[in-house]
């Protein structure tokens, strides 16, 4: 038997004056991780020494130029650097220009590898979005400049927690300006796009779930009508093309009755309503994924932590968990790849 495929997984560092370097290090340890994957990470070797020293680790680095220079074995941190900086300057816990410069670049490399297909996936600790503002990027987050800069159609964000697979039609938008993008026609492509990517990764015939938006689903007009004009006939359409799928259900039940494995997908119509399930359920394992990109994307669901930053005592329990989530995703879209390739 061939041994299991483990995906060149890139990790960019995130923010160096945030949480990020000490969370890639604890990361990076963890011989788990080198078993279901390949990583390495996109960062500063100064930064990441730094990080060690406050978590009292000892670490090897390895500085390399290409992803197949690494050794990819625990206990060294192959580091992919992006140009000299004044790492003197960065402090912990403080938003900086030069830190989100440096957070920036680390995704524009990763970005570079991915497209010229070097690497499956991409890990990321968290980045500030002031420290990126700072440097001049217009997007608001990770999800944002990952699209931009690949050029993709779309970019899915899901959840994953335990059983849930929770995907949103929208995320960075105010809740009013969320209500109203929530159309027919976004609702519509938002499954169809789903259904693809969930066939992608191996589920043959994916039941996808879709939110309602109004408390008891608007009881037929009476607290909203967005399920009669846009959610239900949504769903509907989406019958009609061939995608397995139900809804609006009311979204006090819908994310329960995935936990008991009752779907195999479902759709937020906004971002509070599935993350407010999700790291209810389980805050630490709580896990983000960006489908729709050339490459996989995982990430942390939380921030930079800058009033704990260089302390020694951030927890990296999020990281591995969204990495090894990640990797095994990763893994999937290898084999379809694979599987496609000796078809044709």
């Not at 080198?34 to 978590?55: D, Q, T, W, Y």
Request: charged share 20%; with cysteine.
């Amino acid at each position: 038997m061939s041994e299991k495929y483990r995906p060149i997984t890139a990790v960019t560092m995130g923010d160096p004056a945030g949480i990020g370097p000490e969370i890639t290090v604890g990361m990076m340890l963890e011989p788990a991780i080198h078993e279901a994957c390949r990583p390495f990470v996109i960062g500063s070797a100064a930064i990441l020494e730094r990080a060690a020293g406050v978590l009292g680790k000892s670490i090897s680095i390895n500085l390399i130029t290409d992803p197949a220079q690494a050794k990819y074995v625990p206990g060294t941190l192959d580091v992919m650097e992006t140009g000299e900086y004044d790492t003197d300057s960065i402090k912990w816990g403080e938003v900086q220009k030069l830190a989100g410069q440096m957070a920036y670049d680390f995704i524009v490399r990763s970005i570079e590898l991915g497209l010229a297909g070097k690497i499956d996936a991409v890990s990321t600790a968290p980045i500030h979005k002031q420290a990126i503002k700072l440097c001049g990027v217009k997007e608001p987050g990770h999800t944002e400049i990952y699209q931009h800069l690949t050029g993709s159609r779309y970019a899915l964000t899901m959840f994953s927690c335990h059983k849930l697979r929770v995907f949103f039609v929208s995320r960075h938008m105010s809740l009013r300006d969320a209500c109203s993008y929530a159309s027919r026609d976004v609702v519509l492509q938002d499954i169809i796009d789903i259904d693809h990517e969930l066939k992608n990764v191996g589920l043959k015939d994916p039941l996808i779930a879709v939110a309602g938006l109004n408390p008891h689903n608007g009881d037929n007009g009476l607290f909203g009508t967005e399920e009669l004009t846009d959610i239900g006939p949504a769903v509907e359409l989406a019958k009609q093309q061939g995608v397995n799928c139900v809804g609006p259900i009311p979204a006090d039940i819908i994310f329960h009755m995935g936990k008991m494995g009752k779907f195999d997908a479902i759709l937020s119509l906004y971002h509070d309503q599935g993350h407010i399930a999700c790291k209810t359920l389980d805050f630490e394992k709580s896990v983000t994924l960006t489908f729709g990109l050339p490459f996989i994307r995982g990430s942390v669901d939380h921030g930079t932590a800058f009033d704990i930053a260089g302390k020694g005592i951030a927890q990296c329990v999020s990281m591995v968990e969204s990495t090894l989530v990640l990797a095994e995703y990763a893994l999937k879209q290898h084999e379809r790849r694979t599987k496609e390739g000796q078809e044709a």
